[in-house]
């Protein structure tokens, strides 16, 4: 029942482009992302409703494909203040977001 | 300040005790969810409340029980605390559903000995 993302981890280089993916094995209603960074609470980054629909600002944006049940993050041209722990958040209608497994992104100078 | 307050930040206690987490939403909100994150791990979902009343329940141990007040502020209670109920445990508030993320309070973090 819990989102799987992937990647686990992801090293980069400041400049350095992202994707980290969020697969469902339910239909949703929708997706959200959060950044979490150590000892501090998760930040929300964005909500993507079922429609296919990509949403995003400058240098982070998402999508999501209702049919397929997974949603991707894409983070460019990465900045040092980009690094934490990434969520998705999946919510099928039924009021409960379910967090996936996270993924651990470092960015270096 | 995230406008999710949460009460207190730091709890020592015994096992076999029991503790309170107070949770007051962002001014608005009406949807009070309470996760739990061990050690880097996941945040896995409690119990949500709405206007006052239980609207969903996630892997919530019997030890657990929660509610939300009239003017609602919510209450996380944890009893016959034992060592694996160490972790940091978040409260969120969110407006409608569908069509906001979820704003986090900064966490209490519990330490069973």
């Known amino acids: 029942q819990q989102p799987v993302q992937s990647p686990q981890a992801v090293i980069l280089r400041e400049g350095e482009d992202a994707v980290i993916n969020c697969s469902s094995s339910k239909a949703l209603y929708s997706v959200h992302w959060y950044r979490q960074k150590h000892g501090e609470a998760p930040v929300f980054l964005m909500i993507?409703?079922?429609?296919?629909e990509q949403k995003g600002h400058e240098k982070i944006s998402a999508s999501f494909n209702e049919k397929k049940q997974q949603s991707s993050l894409y983070l460019t041209a990465s900045q040092l203040s980009y690094s934490g722990t990434y969520f998705c958040?999946?919510?099928?209608?039924?009021?409960?977001?379910?967090f996936g497994t996270g993924t651990r992104l470092q960015v270096f100078p | 300040d995230s406008g999710v307050t949460q009460t207190p930040k730091h709890l020592i206690t015994a096992t076999g005790q029991r503790v309170t987490l107070r949770c007051s939403p962002r001014s608005g909100d009406l949807s009070v969810y309470w996760y739990q994150q061990s050690l880097d791990q996941g945040l896995q979902f409690l119990i949500q409340y709405y206007n006052g009343e239980e609207r969903a329940k996630g892997n919530i141990l019997e030890r657990f029980s929660a509610q939300q007040f009239p003017d609602l502020h919510s209450e996380l209670n944890l009893s016959s605390l034992e060592l694996g109920d160490s972790a940091l445990y978040f409260c969120?508030?969110?407006?409608?559903?569908?069509?906001?993320?979820?704003?986090f309070g900064s966490g209490t973090r519990l330490t069973v000995v």
């Open positions: 993507l409703l079922k429609g296919g």
């Open positions: 958040g999946t919510e099928d209608g039924t009021d409960k977001l379910i």
């Open positions: 969120a508030s969110t407006g409608q559903r569908g069509s906001y993320g979820y704003t």
